[in-house]
């Protein structure tokens, strides 16, 4: 529709295993920095994975006005709310005036929270009946409510960061929580606008926070053989496009934008990061946990994303009319394949003149937060025109053939990028950011 609202981002911030601002985060991405080291927060010597993008050193109740007010809070709400808290402050929300709450919403991708495994796992094996091989589930309730926190496993709950945001800054518009795996954020963020751009909100918060760094997280993709099990090579243990790549390294974080419609963004004097110009979302229909081998989900988000930003991939004969890709890049075989021929498909002749960087080299996947930090670098990369490299890309798969810019940060002038990101169950999501003008 031509007629229908713009939508730009005013405020941005994130927290991440890199650190936990956005400029120290971003210096730390184009000089090809990682933060990759032993797990600590649990005992995983005995796990085929030991290794992973921990958020250290981390305090979220200096981002909030009243730490006690939130009460108990997971890991997951931490990390939403100092990233938001960056959000709002960059957006001058914090001494904005004559704002409606009622027309400021919240949209995020959360996923689930960390379980008490010692007091789960307690309860479980001290109530299992060897003779019977079940557990007895008297005494299970009864040792369950000595040992089991209501209001900790309240808190881990995927919708509870959104409730804590919408309480810290009393936004009182449209309400919601998605968790699609590792599309999610991209969805997030596409959802937001489609609320903006129907006149349903003239703000709106949005998204993703996760972290799976627990036993459960780790084991689950350790079984699912998705994780890199290169123990004796940590640092370089996560390299998406290279043809000794072996499953993708856990992160953890969150990574949040404040959207608004260009209208409103105006009228109060904000300063605008860029346009979100366009947003695609596709289901596989294939399978849960791989692609579809031609990547027919990734291909139509992308061309859905770029078709509603009304950029018309049949005039661009010469020149590509995206400036760079954001891939999913997870350094799975499957994905780095499959990502790398669906955007052969959309691009055609145009893609190896397309760079194309996977900052999971550096962050680690985050899960729910991936596709959001992914599309704040997006918006940084128009900013100084410095795209971020895929480190460890020493010995690159010869059938993977396209400008992943390895190693070394490159100087480029960019004013539109796509931003990938793909989830188990076949969920497929693209955005399309612009250069404000």
């Known amino acids: ?194 609320i903006l751009q129907r006149g349903d909100a003239d703000i709106m918060i949005s998204g993703g926070t996760h972290t799976m760094l627990h036993p459960l997280g780790i084991t689950g993709f350790n079984r699912l053989t998705a994780l890199s099990t290169r123990n004796d090579d940590i640092p370089h243990a996560s390299r998406p496009f290279s043809r000794s790549r072996d499953g993708f390294v856990m992160g953890e974080g969150s990574g949040i934008v404040v959207l608004e419609t260009l209208e409103h963004a105006k009228a109060r004097g904000a300063t605008i990061l860029g346009e979100v110009a366009g947003y695609g979302s596709t289901a596989d229909a294939y399978r849960i946990t791989d692609i579809h081998p031609e990547g027919r989900g990734p291909c139509a988000a992308m061309r859905q994303a770029l078709a509603d930003a009304s950029i018309d991939l049949e005039s661009a004969e010469e020149t590509p009319p995206v400036q760079y890709i954001s891939a999913h890049g997870t350094g799975t075989q499957e994905n780095d394949k499959i990502e790398t021929r669906a955007v052969k498909h959309v691009f055609g002749d145009l893609a190896p003149q397309i760079p194309m960087t996977s900052i999971k080299s550096m962050m680690g996947h985050l899960i729910c937060a991936a596709g959001a930090v992914e599309f704040i670098a997006c918006m940084l990369i128009i900013r100084d025109g410095i795209i971020p490299p895929t480190i460890n890309l020493a010995d690159p798969d010869p059938d993977l053939d396209l400008d992943y810019v390895p190693n070394v940060a490159r100087e480029a002038q960019v004013d539109v990028c796509l931003s990938n990101a793909f989830g188990f169950g076949g969920q497929n999501d693209a955005l399309v950011v612009r250069r404000h003008v």
Not at 91 to 111: K, N
Request: net charge negative.
């Open 1 to 194: 529709m031509s007629d229908r609202k713009r939508v730009v981002v005013t405020g941005a911030g994130w927290i991440t295993p890199l650190g936990h601002d956005l400029e120290t985060v971003w210096a730390r991405l184009c000089k090809g920095e990682t933060a990759v080291d032993t797990i600590d927060r649990f005992d995983a010597s005995a796990f085929p994975t030991r290794f992973a993008n921990q958020v250290r050193d981390y305090d979220w109740t200096s981002w909030v006005a009243d730490p006690e007010r939130h009460g108990t809070i997971g890991a997951h709400t931490g990390y939403a709310l100092g990233a938001a808290s960056q959000a709002w402050r960059m957006a001058g929300l914090d001494t904005a005036e004559g704002i409606d709450p009622r027309r400021c919403g919240i949209y995020l991708a959360s996923g689930e929270g960390v379980l008490d495994f010692n007091a789960y796992q307690h309860s479980i094996t001290t109530t299992w009946n060897v003779d019977a091989r079940a557990i007895n589930d008297g005494q299970w309730k009864d040792l369950s409510d000595e040992v089991i926190s209501g209001a900790y496993e309240l808190a881990q709950e995927p919708n509870m960061p959104m409730a804590h945001i919408a309480r810290e800054f009393g936004l009182r518009g449209p309400a919601a929580n998605c968790l699609t795996a590792c599309a999610a954020s991209n969805q997030a963020i596409g959802e937001a606008c489609d």
